[in-house]
């Protein structure tokens, strides 16, 4: 495993993960009455998510040498 195969797995699961916690946010701004907060806190989620999603796309082109 290349340290870019590595960083492409940190790179999707970071972008799971902030996915995930936007419609956990959501899900719980809505359902307990959480407020203005949780929306934010789920927009800067996606936000991160959507910000990360275009790097691991950036990182397609980059082989490296013998690649």
Do not use: C, D
């Given at each position: ?49 959507g ?17």
């Amino acid at each position: 495993m290349t340290l870019l195969t590595a960083h492409r797995i940190l790179i999707a699961s970071a972008i799971a993960f902030f996915s995930f916690y936007a419609l956990w946010e959501f899900a719980g701004a809505r359902g307990t009455g959480g407020g203005p907060g949780g929306l934010v806190r789920g927009m800067a989620s996606l936000l991160a998510a959507g910000g990360l999603g275009f790097y691991f796309l950036t990182l397609r082109g980059r082989g490296g040498p013998g690649v």
